[in-house]
């Protein structure tokens, strides 16, 4: 698993690429470290390249609860998620987005991280 989350001061953006298998765990560890980044540089934008991402071993209801827990501890930012190219991973992503709109967020699903970028800068 590699991932990195970093804030981009020009566009005013988290900027998050996750790839390989990664773990329920380390999906937590890395929400903590979006979340931790979203409070300190009070940015509501979250840009999400999960295009190498394997979510082969995540459940349904692992999902699920991350990305409640996502909407419920931050119910005001943006999410742009890329999605993967792998059939379940991409399934599961859009899931989880799904889910993130359900419950109140602003997310978007996008193929590339140009898509992605610009729908959030939109606003």
């Given at each position: 698993m ?20 990664v773990?329920?765990e380390?999906h937590y560890?890395?929400r ?5 980044l ?29 990305a409640e ?8 930012i943006?999410?742009a998620?890329?999605?993967?190219k792998d059939?379940?991973?991409r ?5 989880v ?12 699903k ?8 610009m ?5």
């Open positions: 590699s991932q990195s989350v970093t804030y981009n001061q020009d566009d005013k953006v988290i900027l998050v690429k996750i790839s390989g298998d773990s329920s380390e560890i890395i903590d470290k979006i979340l931790n979203v409070r300190k540089k009070n940015c509501s934008r979250v840009l999400v390249d999960s295009q190498e991402l394997d979510t082969g071993k995540i459940s349904t209801m692992v999902a699920f609860f991350f827990s996502v909407a419920r501890m931050y119910p005001s943006r999410i998620h890329i999605i993967p059939a379940k991973s399934s599961d992503v859009k899931f987005s799904d889910v993130e709109a359900n419950r109140g967020l602003v997310t978007g996008f193929e590339t991280y140009e898509e992605a970028r729908w959030l800068c939109q606003s």
